[in-house]
């Protein structure tokens, strides 16, 4: 009797699970060391000293070597330091990683069902707006004033993002021209609220709000910057675990993203799994304009309303749901991985001497490596032997099996 006719049919499909891709997690290192290493370059190539040492280099090439590795390995171990050099900037990184996380998720659930989800700028802004309104114009209760100001603003992003959904399924608008032009009125709208009275600090005359509310704002643990915006991050992704692999909602989600048409034969209702995608996208982005209107400062103090509150985690998020390849516990490493940039980014340019601006670029040569692995193995011809020998042996066990 062959191994197969014993096993049962449960534990068969037990044993047989998928193996780990071991050939994608190298190439997926492999792309880290390679962005490291041309932010290496640039760190060189920029820095005047440096390169001048450069230009005697067959002369005396100890000394570019030596100038090259010191301005390299200072600016990398300032960057360490900064994102993951103790408690405060460990707290440091998660407070950046906390918003970028639940607009990563918003992105990256609008991927899986087939969109393209640029508005989470615009849906950021209108939970920032909304929540700060609620912060600094109600006075309620320490617990209730937090929880009805967090519920308002997620629901302003849903809004936001359900307008796209609803357009798209009612009119055939594209998302991505619907999703730019609302980030647009986003943006009008909030410059014109801080001219108002409702938004407006008294005695100010330029566009800042009051100051929320502590009782609106999130806890935080004394001395530190981590807040409660963090777990609620954490809380985010794990319900969109559930969404995505536990719902029947997540079912059509994921059908009508991998073929719209084959969803709609078999009974799924594409408008409405595209309306309710984009809500639930928008309420995630929302998420993280609230991390901003409710999170404290770097003085432990409240942020007020203003212009450039949200900063561009809208588009950020577009790189960390790439990165995070559009799941939600890869959409949350790749949000610690920027936070952590952006963490240490402050580091390394008071530390090193480097500017501020290469941790930009730094995220930019990451995403770019590891969306195209293609890229990486023909830089690393290795890989293509490696891709080919798991494909091999992947078919040979499954032969055996």
């Known amino acids: 009797m062959t191994q197969s006719a014993a096993t049962p049919p449960a534990a068969r499909s037990f044993w047989r699970r998928p193996a780990i891709p071991w050939a994608e997690i190298v190439t997926t290192l492999v792309a880290f060391v390679l962005a490291f290493f041309v932010g290496a370059i640039l760190m060189i190539v920029s820095d005047a000293d440096v390169a001048a ?16 590795w010191e301005k390299v390995s200072g600016a990398y171990s300032a960057l360490l330091v900064g994102s993951l050099g103790g408690w405060g900037p460990i707290t440091e990184t998660t407070a950046q990683a906390a918003p970028l996380i639940c607009a990563g998720l918003g992105v990256g659930l609008a991927f899986r069902a087939g969109l393209f989800n640029i508005g989470a700028q615009g849906q950021a802004i209108w939970g920032a707006i909304l929540a700060a309104y609620v912060g600094f114009t109600w ?64 005695g100010r005359a330029d566009p800042i709000s009051p100051v929320v509310d502590w009782n609106a704002t999130l806890p935080r643990i004394e001395g530190s910057r981590l807040h409660l915006g963090f777990l609620i991050a954490l809380l985010a992704a794990v319900f969109v675990w559930w969404l995505l692999d536990r719902s029947t909602i997540g079912f059509a989600i994921r059908a009508v993203g991998a073929n719209p048409h084959a969803a709609a034969t078999a009974g799924m209702s594409v408008g409405r799994t595209t309306v309710i995608t984009m809500t639930v996208a928008g309420a995630l982005a ?95 011809p290795i890989l293509k032997g490696r891709r080919v020998r798991s494909l091999t042996g992947s078919a040979q066990t499954g032969a055996l099996s």
């Open 53 to 68: 040492k450069w230009a005697y280099f067959f002369a005396q090439p100890g000394d570019a070597l030596a100038a090259s």
């Open 139 to 202: 006075h309620l209760p320490p617990v209730l004033h937090l929880i009805v100001a967090i519920t308002i603003g997620v629901l302003g992003g849903a809004i936001w993002g359900g307008i796209v959904g609803w357009l798209k399924a009612r009119a055939g608008a594209h998302e991505v021209i619907v999703t730019i032009m609302m980030n647009y009125i986003a943006v009008g709208l909030l410059a014109w609220l801080l001219t108002t009275t409702a938004f407006q600090r008294p």
């Open 286 to 380: 929302g998420l993280a304009g609230v991390q901003f209107a409710l999170g404290p400062s770097v003085l432990g103090t409240p942020v007020p309303l203003s212009a450039g509150l949200v900063g561009t985690v809208g588009f950020d998020a577009i790189t960390v749901a790439l990165l995070g390849r559009s799941r939600p516990f890869g959409t949350v490493l790749a949000g610690l991985l920027f936070g952590g940039l952006h963490a240490g980014g402050l580091a390394m340019q008071s530390m090193a001497g480097t500017p501020l601006t290469l941790t930009t670029v730094l995220q930019a040569l990451i995403v770019l490596f590891v969306a195209a692995p293609g890229l990486v193995r023909t830089l690393v």
